[in-house]
């Protein structure tokens, strides 16, 4: 398929072998013959594809070609159990988010920054909000609707991207797409691609070995819930883990070194607004299932409460990020949070609670070539009814990396001895 009108005749019998799969699919489904659809679909598509070169032949026409026939099958594969045109952006390993703004106006960016249009991956928007509520009546642990009267979408795909889309509150239907292309690193691979230097890492993972509870800050696309991931690599593999995300990002719970986590995102409320769950209810579930950890994937409302509760009752080497541009800023948006909820915490109180519980701020940024990277480090030491106490530990350098600021206090370089980190990689010792 090498010219404009071979691919004008391919889309053409694409569209009449998909609506051949379509009708044996939903007379099987009828007949109760679907069991597991994905291999029932692949089986399908390969018999409708090969059918149709046996009837080119025996009518004297040429055959489709392989490499013509082994699209036409994963297009169709796609149509019927991913997202169909998006399908092969989203597979592509060198692109790291996906903006559709109506069906043909598409937009990626790849793993170095660049960011091109592309054709479109779908006929209309109609095909493609059709294609996305498929997509969620199929996903996850329930039904996500997609339609005027709850027009936003949220959820995690297969190999873990992240889907958001809306409708009805734009002219066109418009999805994001973010795919996360580290979805196992560890703390020691981070610092090999230049994240953090290799002294930085060990000394982030006796942190959590030590069960600090720390807080990755950081501005949009810089990082956090890879940093997270990176984190968690250095939990033992007989931790229990409760996770709470909307949507579901961090992947715990696919990952062989962790064999007891324990995922749960939001739920939306029915037709009838009844039945919501929302994340200050999940971080309190968390609490009574005799977590090792817990994991909020991000605050960014209430439910930093229960949070801030749980990190002060002993859930100790607990993780959340926070979307803000700086380590004193951090204690800033969460003392907001607080604010905004329904309890209303005052600002001391807040600050109490982030003192009590709150060990480490770890800030993440970008440098100017646009490489993303650990900015700083803040060790939270008290607080007081005007301010959280801490010491910066690390501040960003001219280049925006993190470089040595100050030292950890004595009871914070005790418990990272206690856990055999080696002091002399802060630079001074005690």
Same mark, same amino acid.
């Given at each position: 398929?090498?010219?404009?009108?071979?691919? $004008?005749?391919?889309?053409?019998?694409?569209?009449?072998?998909?609506?051949?799969?379509?009708?044996?699919?939903?007379?099987? *489904?009828?007949?109760?013959?679907?069991?597991?659809?994905?291999?029932?679909?692949?089986?399908?598509? !390969?018999? *409708?594809?090969?059918?149709?070169?046996?009837?080119?032949?025996?009518?004297?026409?040429?055959?489709?070609?392989?490499? *013509?026939?082994?699209? &036409?099958?994963?297009?169709?594969?796609?149509?019927?159990?991913?997202?169909?045109?998006?399908?092969?952006?989203?597979?592509?390993?060198?692109?790291?988010?996906?903006?559709?703004?109506?069906?043909?106006?598409?937009?990626?960016?790849?793993? /170095?920054?660049?960011?091109?249009?592309?054709?479109?991956?779908?006929?209309?928007?109609?095909?493609?909000?059709?294609?996305?509520?498929?997509? $969620?009546?199929?996903?996850?642990?329930?039904?996500?609707?997609?339609?005027? /009267? &709850? +027009? @936003?979408?949220?959820?995690?795909?297969?190999?873990?991207?992240?889907?958001?889309?809306?409708?009805?509150? !734009?002219?066109? *239907?418009?999805?994001?797409?973010?795919?996360?292309?580290?979805?196992?690193?560890?703390?020691?691979?981070?610092?090999?691609?230049?994240?953090? !230097?290799?002294?930085?890492?060990?000394?982030?993972?006796?942190?959590?070995?030590?069960?600090?509870?720390?807080?990755?800050?950081?501005?949009?696309?810089?990082?956090?819930?890879?940093?997270?991931?990176?984190?968690?690599?250095?939990?033992?593999?007989?931790? @229990?883990?409760?996770?709470?995300?909307?949507?579901?990002?961090?992947?715990?719970?696919?990952?062989?070194?962790?064999?007891?986590?324990?995922?749960?995102?939001?739920?939306? +409320?029915?037709?009838?607004?009844?039945?919501?769950?929302?994340?200050?209810?999940?971080?309190?579930?968390?609490?009574?299932?005799?977590?090792?950890?817990?994991?909020?994937?991000?605050?960014?409302?209430?439910?930093?409460? +229960?949070?801030?509760?749980?990190?002060?009752?002993?859930?100790?080497?607990?993780?959340?990020?926070?979307?803000?541009?700086?380590?004193?800023? $951090?204690?800033?948006?969460?003392?907001?949070?607080?604010?905004?909820?329904?309890?209303?915490? +005052?600002?001391?109180?807040?600050?109490?609670?982030?003192?009590? /519980?709150?060990?480490?701020?770890?800030?993440?940024?970008?440098?100017?070539?646009?490489?993303?990277?650990?900015?700083?480090?803040?060790?939270?030491?008290?607080?007081?009814? !005007?301010?959280?106490?801490?010491?910066?530990?690390?501040?960003?350098?001219?280049?925006?990396?993190?470089?040595?600021?100050?030292?950890?206090?004595?009871?914070?370089?005790?418990?990272?001895?206690?856990? /055999?980190?080696?002091?002399?990689? &802060?630079?001074?010792?005690?």
């Amino acid at each position: 398929m090498t010219t404009g009108l071979m691919s $004008a005749q391919v889309a053409v019998l694409r569209d009449e072998l998909h609506a051949e799969v379509s009708d044996r699919l939903a007379a099987a *489904v009828r007949r109760s013959e679907v069991d597991d659809r994905a291999a029932f679909v692949e089986d399908l598509v !390969t018999d *409708v594809v090969r059918e149709y070169n046996v009837r080119a032949l025996r009518r004297g026409q040429q055959a489709v070609p392989d490499e *013509v026939r082994e699209q &036409l099958r994963r297009s169709l594969m796609d149509a019927f159990t991913g997202l169909g045109d998006l399908q092969p952006l989203i597979d592509d390993p060198d692109i790291e988010n996906i903006d559709v703004n109506g069906a043909e106006n598409v937009f990626i960016t790849h793993a /170095g920054g660049k960011r091109v249009r592309v054709g479109p991956v779908a006929s209309s928007d109609e095909e493609l909000a059709d294609m996305l509520r498929k997509v $969620a009546a199929s996903l996850g642990v329930q039904e996500r609707r997609f339609d005027p /009267g &709850l +027009p @936003r979408l949220n959820l995690r795909l297969p190999g873990g991207a992240r889907l958001f889309a809306v409708m009805s509150v !734009t002219e066109r *239907v418009c999805v994001s797409i973010r795919r996360h292309r580290f979805m196992q690193l560890t703390l020691a691979e981070l610092a090999r691609l230049g994240t953090m !230097t290799p002294a930085m890492a060990q000394l982030f993972e006796a942190m959590v070995a030590a069960r600090l509870n720390i807080v990755v800050s950081g501005g949009m696309d810089t990082g956090k819930t890879t940093m997270v991931r990176a984190l968690c690599s250095a939990i033992r593999p007989d931790e @229990r883990i409760i996770t709470i995300e909307d949507p579901y990002e961090l992947s715990l719970d696919t990952d062989p070194a962790h064999p007891d986590v324990v995922p749960m995102q939001p739920r939306d +409320p029915n037709i009838e607004g009844s039945g919501g769950i929302d994340m200050v209810e999940l971080v309190r579930w968390a609490t009574r299932m005799n977590p090792s950890r817990v994991i909020v994937g991000e605050v960014r409302g209430p439910e930093v409460i +229960p949070l801030l509760n749980a990190l002060n009752q002993g859930t100790d080497g607990s993780m959340t990020t926070i979307h803000a541009s700086s380590t004193q800023e $951090a204690f800033k948006k969460i003392a907001g949070y607080a604010r905004q909820s329904k309890e209303q915490l +005052p600002f001391d109180v807040t600050y109490q609670l982030i003192g009590g /519980g709150v060990h480490v701020v770890v800030q993440l940024g970008k440098t100017a070539d646009g490489a993303r990277v650990v900015t700083g480090v803040r060790e939270v030491v008290d607080a007081d009814a !005007t301010q959280v106490r801490s010491n910066e530990i690390y501040r960003p350098g001219p280049d925006r990396r993190a470089v040595p600021a100050s030292r950890f206090s004595d009871i914070t370089i005790d418990k990272l001895l206690d856990v /055999g980190f080696d002091a002399t990689l &802060l630079g001074g010792g005690r």
